[in-house]
């Protein structure tokens, strides 16, 4: 019996693309976009950012050090918020939801990313319980991250249903003993919960 429900946030709550901020960085790089791309990768700094080990104002000059841009802080954020798109799963529905379950936002995310969230759309009023990976200090798909969104829930792992759209995110859910599922599309989620026998 499903008695919380738990989502990712990005490509579940909202859309996004990076490909959208690297194309307007494009320009000012002497590499090609792939490689540059690599290298970050290769750095661990977006790691280090969501999982809460380095501050977002040594993220942006490491990054513009490591990618060998001039960019002021403020134009950094400016360009790198550009990936949010559009909300996927209306509000209407989490409403609906959120008055007969805890709704839990579990979310591999940033304090920058999170902060143009807050700005820009409303959804998050309906998650009164968040663990956000740089608070929590750890990333889905480790054990650690699991529990907390757990203990948030408020109840058993088995009792938890959770949808997020990256399947090694999904796997790691499964083995903590949570219901979880790869989400697709809106319809596809409220199919999941109607078959699990979620009313709203």
């Not at 501050?55 to 403020?74: I, K, P, S, T």
Request: charged share 25%; proline share 4%; net charge negative.
């Amino acid at each position: 019996m499903t008695r919380a429900i738990m989502l990712d946030m990005g490509n579940v709550l909202v859309k996004f693309d990076f490909g959208r901020a690297w194309a307007q960085m494009a320009p000012r790089l002497a590499e090609p976009v792939e490689v540059v791309r690599g290298r970050l990768r290769e750095s661990g700094l977006v790691k280090r950012l969501d999982s809460g080990q380095m501050a977002q104002e040594e993220f942006v000059a490491r990054f513009c050090e490591l990618l060998g841009v001039e960019m002021g802080y403020e134009e950094f954020l400016e360009i790198w918020n550009q990936i949010f798109i559009e909300q996927i799963v209306p509000n209407q529905t989490l409403e609906a939801l959120g008055r007969r379950y805890p709704l839990v936002l579990l979310s591999n995310t940033n304090p920058i990313h999170f902060a143009e969230i807050e700005r820009r759309f409303d959804f998050l009023q309906y998650f009164g319980r968040r663990v956000l990976s740089h608070e929590a200090g750890t990333m889905k798909p480790a054990p650690e991250i699991y529990a907390q969104a757990v203990a948030a829930a408020g109840c058993e792992a088995g009792e938890c249903f959770f949808a997020d759209d990256m399947p090694e995110f999904v796997e790691g859910a499964l083995r903590q003993g949570i219901d979880a599922v790869r989400f697709e599309s809106a319809g596809q989620l409220e199919g999941e919960l109607r078959a699990r026998g979620v009313e709203w």
